[in-house]
T-cell receptor
């Protein structure tokens, strides 16, 4: 079984709808992240959490919110989806050791907002 | 200016060729550096960390030049399976406590 799972894997929705993307991990990591990826722009950090009580905004948090329900779960919400939020969304986890901070990514959620 | 910049490519090379990618970063306070690999429509995966003294992992060699603020990745004896996008990644040790990804360099190894 995958260590980092994301649901749904694909979603098509309409402008104005509320959407939640879910991420679960079995790696036992404290740190979790949400990124979006657009063609030619690389990965952009939306939100990150270093433990259950720690939530931080990333580069592009406007229009998004998150909830860290437990160490293993980190969900991303789009309160009112808009077409320019169409992208590939990745969840990641890490348990840094010194400077390493290797991130382990889920398989991604492809979101289309019409 | 982007914080981490890469040539998007694509780099089209024949099997067996040696290919090198460069990446520049803007923040001199950056302390940790990595190369990730991403296959088409898949999640990124760590390829290797980059150390100041340079490091090698099989056919892959990573170099860091702090004075010029660039990182390089050299792939020797390219294989078809090396075809992917290579992401340059930097970790700031002040301010934002997360990784910053470049937009990636696409490599296509041809038979």
């Amino acid at each position: 079984d995958a260590d980092v799972t994301q649901t749904p894997r694909n979603r098509i929705t309409k402008t104005g709808k509320r959407i939640m993307l879910e991420c679960s991990q079995t790696k036992g990591h404290d740190r979790m992240y949400w990124y979006r990826q657009d063609p030619g722009l690389g990965l952009q950090l939306i939100y990150y959490s270093f433990d259950v009580k720690d939530i931080n905004k990333g580069e592009i948090s406007d229009g998004y919110s998150v909830s860290r329900q437990a160490q293993a779960k980190f969900s991303l919400s789009l309160e009112s989806a808009i077409p320019n939020q169409t992208a590939l969304y990745f969840c990641a986890t890490s348990a840094p050791s010194g400077d390493a901070d290797t991130q382990y990514f889920g398989p991604g959620t492809r979101l289309t907002v019409l | 200016r982007k914080e981490v910049e890469q040539d998007p490519g694509p780099f089209n090379v024949p099997e067996g060729a040696t290919v090198a990618f460069n990446c520049t970063y803007s923040n001199s306070a950056s302390q940790s550096f990595f190369w990730y690999r991403q296959d088409c429509r898949k999640e990124p995966k760590l390829l290797m960390s980059v150390y100041s003294s340079g490091n090698e992992d099989g056919r892959f060699t990573a170099q860091l030049n702090r004075a010029s603020q660039y990182i390089s990745l050299l792939i020797r004896d390219s294989k078809l399976s090396d075809s992917a996008t290579y992401l340059c990644v930097v970790k700031w040790h002040t301010g934002r406590r997360a990784l910053t990804f470049g937009s990636g360099t696409r490599l296509q190894v041809q038979p």
